[in-house]
């Protein structure tokens, strides 16, 4: 699962720290690590999702158009940023429908997979932030 691009309900840091509980937009995030074996909850998945946003920052890695054109987002250009995350238990009440169309097991939760390249940049990113101490972290119920 790590690569996936899923719909979110993110909660970005400057709006936990004001208190807030949900996230003001669903927008497509990238998971980045999951954790399968926590000692308190050994049945469950825990997963990292990064953001993707239209806004351009130092801490983020833009996605190419053609990746985008691919995965069915829209055509402006976009980031992922590195330096905050959301995590929750998988799959978690606030993953949403990325598409209105349906496939025969249901709704799709899903754009797709980063390219490799990408997505190990992406991660590599947030590991060094994570190891630098400036790395967010947002706990989601």
Known sequence: MPGLVICYSYLWHRE????????????PCAVVLTYERIPAFP???????VPITHAASRDA?????????????????????TSELNRFFWPGHDIRRAREDWQPGGPIWHWGFLPVSLFS??????????AAATLSVTPRS
Do not use: F, T, Y
């Not at 890695?61 to 940023?81: F, N, T």
């Not at 940049?121 to 994570?130: E, F, G, M, P, T």
């Open 61 to 81: 890695i833009e996605i190419p158009i053609a990746v985008k054109r691919r995965m069915g987002l829209d055509q402006d250009h976009s980031w992922i940023v």
């Open 121 to 130: 940049s992406v991660k590599d990113a947030v590991l060094r932030h994570r």
């Open 43 to 49: 049945d469950r998945i825990v997963a990292d999702v």
């Open 16 to 27: 936990a720290e004001k208190r807030q509980i949900e996230g003001l937009k669903n927008r």
